[in-house]
């Protein structure tokens, strides 16, 4: 019977360690008969012709009217499970694919019913208050993907309350595949390619070494000042990687945030409490879940009591530092500026 293993998140749970992981690997996978689908089916032996089969094309596929989304979803998967040998296994790695049951579920169904494929789901969660301050360093911050100057923790959570509340999700894909969704507590994990890869059947002389650094992690507290100051800049949501224009870029001199608050970003421990209340409920949906399959349950501690718990650094710290690195971006484009002059005369030279 033909397997197809499919980690679905959810997000700061290590997928893109998984994904590199699985990458980096995907030869040597081959040989055992074990095909890696990729994050968007972008690695499937089948032509790749739809927009959204790259890896960064699940925003693509995630605003189409999802009556459409769900047929090509299908008909891609079919088509790539239809090229697997008999007993050959398939892996797709997605984290955001378990916010999404209406669009994916449907998909995996329909591998099982009409194409007699063991469909395994796999997700890993951790605590609310990890999770919530991990999340917001990353799409609060570094990726700002909503409009306007970045806002404080406390409003990003009160404005992503249904994107941050993963139990409910996860209990729908409970319902659709029981015994066959697993789901791991992240937080007692030491290495989630490990777990991930113990999942996959011939695979136990293929475990990865350990890992030298997280992959994807989120930025200290310096890192993510300069990131809010950057991404302050613009009304519209902005990458990640564009705060590598700085280099080229003199336009953080001007921005307002410089003369205000960057600590006030970073939650409180009252803050953190708050949002640990506001997603109890829903935290509790996933240890029932978590429960039932004989896994560790995930915990929270308040943070009321401790003075800074995302953040060590005082306001003056932080506009102290971004400076400084700012300083050092000024002479870096400095040395670039004299560098491409001194081009330019050497060009004008030789045409006289």
């Not at 008969?33 to 032509?47: E, K, M, R, T, W």
């Not at 991990?134 to 609060?140: D, V």
Request: proline share 4%; net charge neutral; with cysteine.
């Amino acid at each position: 019977m033909k397997t197809l293993i499919v980690h679905i998140g959810t997000g700061k749970t290590g997928s893109t360690s998984i994904q590199k992981y699985l990458k980096s690997i995907q030869p040597a996978l081959s040989e055992k008969n074990i095909a890696y689908f990729g994050i968007n089916l972008d690695l499937v032996p089948s032509p790749k012709d739809r927009p959204w089969q790259k890896p960064a094309g699940t925003h693509i596929l995630q605003r189409m009217p999802l009556e459409s989304a769900k047929v090509e979803v299908s008909q891609v998967l079919v088509e790539a499970l239809n090229s697997l040998d008999d007993n050959g296994v398939a892996v797709w790695s997605n984290e955001s694919i378990y916010e999404k049951p209406l669009l994916y579920v449907h998909a995996l169904q329909e591998a099982q019913s009409k194409l007699g494929i063991n469909v395994v789901v796999v997700a890993y969660v951790r605590a609310i208050k990890s999770y919530v301050a991990s999340a917001y360093k990353q799409w609060g911050v570094r990726h700002k993907t909503y409009s306007g100057s970045v806002v404080g923790f406390a409003e990003w959570v009160g404005r992503q309350t249904k994107f941050l509340s993963y139990g409910a999700a996860l209990k729908i894909w409970e319902d659709a595949f029981t015994s066959n969704f697993k789901l791991f507590n992240y937080d007692v994990l030491d290495d989630v390619r490990i777990s991930f890869m113990q999942l996959i059947p011939g695979c136990e002389d293929m475990l990865p070494p350990a890992l030298q650094a997280k992959d994807n992690a989120s930025p200290g507290d310096l890192h993510l000042a300069l990131y809010a100051l950057y991404n302050s800049l613009f009304a519209e949501s902005v990458l990640p990687i564009d705060v590598a224009s700085l280099i080229s870029r003199n336009k953080l001199a001007h921005g307002g945030m410089l003369e205000g608050s960057l600590a006030k970003l970073y939650p409180s421990g009252q803050e953190l409490d708050d949002a640990i209340a506001l997603f109890t409920k829903d935290q509790e949906i996933a240890n029932q879940i978590l429960s039932s399959k004989q896994q560790p349950l995930l915990q929270n501690s308040l943070a009321s009591s401790q003075p800074s718990v995302a953040s060590s650094a005082d306001d003056a710290t932080l506009n102290n530092g971004v400076l400084s690195l700012l300083i050092a971006i000024a002479v870096e484009q400095e040395k670039r500026i004299v560098s491409l002059e001194t081009l330019v005369a050497t060009l004008v030279k030789k045409r006289v």
